[in-house]
Structures are given as structure tokens and as C-alpha cells.
């Protein structure tokens, strides 16, 4: 289990209804793009890549379900391995059964479609009751708002990467979200 140096063990990782407030209405997903996809399939496979097996995981909407599956297949049909394609609400008692299928694979990387308010509980369920690694985690373009870090805490998605609509990419570092365009530049 993961220990952040700033959360008490014993406190719930759920989001309390004022962490909300103060954050807005988050945005739905919206469909993925070829680009995006492309660009995310490029994140898990650089050069001397050995990601073989995934987790993919997405919320119940329709846009992040038709990401996923389009990544499973994507992601077969070039040789990987699926391990997994675990999905979850956007609200929940704790996010503890999603959490625990999601990482019981021991994958060599994870692929997330989601909105970010439930994938934000997801994060925080994970971070505080499985071994999940957000540096070994990518994710579609839903997920790179500079909102889900400020509610997840700064830490926990540290080194979550994911792709953009128009086919850059996009990261998190200390609680910052940096795109890039298809050219390498920051945004």
C-alpha cells in the first residue's frame, strides 16, 4: 500500500462535498479522436518500451467507454496483453472494488478513459489502498485538466501522462499539469 507523507492512513481518501465546491463543475468527457489515441498508444511505446500488459480503466459515460475499448483493441491488435477492463461510477461509497480489480493484475502499465471527478475518488482510493503507480499510468485527454490534481492533491497523480485531442501529450509534475504539442513544445 502506498503511504503519502500528508494523508493520515486512518482518514478516508473520499472527496469532501466542500474539496468539491471549491472546484467547480468538471467536464464530461468528450469522444476521443484518432489523434489522441495514436498519441496515447505512442506514450506506452517509446523505444526499449516493455510494456506488454495494461489495466484499462473508464468511467460508465458512453465517450469513455468507447475509449477504452477502442485502446483494448488498438492495443491487442499490435501484440499487447489486456489484463483488465474494470469500469466505475462517477459517485461511490469508497471506489475500493474498482481500485483493488483495477491494480490485482500487476500490469506493466495502466490505461484510463474517464471523467475527472470520479477518476479524482478513483486516484485518491487508489494512491491510499493499492500498490498503483500514476507515473506508470496513462490516460486520454479527459484527464488533463490542472483541476484534477488541485482535488486529488498535489501527489497523487504525480507522473500521470496522457494524450490530447489533437495528438500531443500531457503530464502531471508536483500538482501541475504541462501539455505539449505534436511538436515537443510546451503549452
Do not use: C
Not at 24 to 43: K, W, Y
Not at 157 to 179: C, F, I, P, S, Y
Amino acid at each position: 500500500m502506498n503511504d503519502l507523507s500528508d494523508r493520515d492512513a486512518s482518514r478516508s481518501p473520499l472527496i469532501s462535498p466542500v474539496e468539491l465546491a471549491a472546484h467547480g463543475d468538471l467536464p464530461r468527457p468528450s469522444p476521443h479522436t484518432d489523434a489522441e489515441l495514436t498519441a496515447l498508444i505512442g506514450l506506452l511505446t517509446p523505444p526499449k518500451s516493455r510494456i506488454e500488459t495494461v489495466a484499462v480503466g473508464h468511467s460508465r459515460d458512453a465517450a469513455s467507454r468507447a475509449a477504452a475499448d477502442a485502446f483494448a483493441s488498438a492495443w491487442t491488435a499490435r501484440g499487447g496483453k489486456v489484463l483488465t477492463i474494470v469500469n466505475w461510477p462517477e459517485s461511490a461509497a469508497s471506489w475500493l472494488r474498482p481500485a483493488t480489480r483495477l491494480t490485482a493484475g500487476l500490469p506493466d502499465a495502466w490505461v484510463v478513459a474517464a471523467a475527472p471527478l470520479g477518476f479524482a475518488q478513483l486516484a485518491r482510493r487508489l494512491r491510499h489502498s493499492t500498490d498503483w503507480d500514476p507515473s506508470r499510468t496513462y490516460a486520454f485527454a479527459s484527464l488533463g485538466d490542472s483541476r484534477l490534481p488541485a482535488l486529488t492533491g498535489p501527489e497523487t497523480l504525480h507522473g500521470l501522462r496522457g494524450a490530447t485531442v489533437d495528438g500531443g501529450t500531457w503530464e502531471v509534475r508536483r500538482g501541475w499539469v504541462t501539455t505539449y504539442d505534436t511538436a515537443g513544445s510546451t503549452s
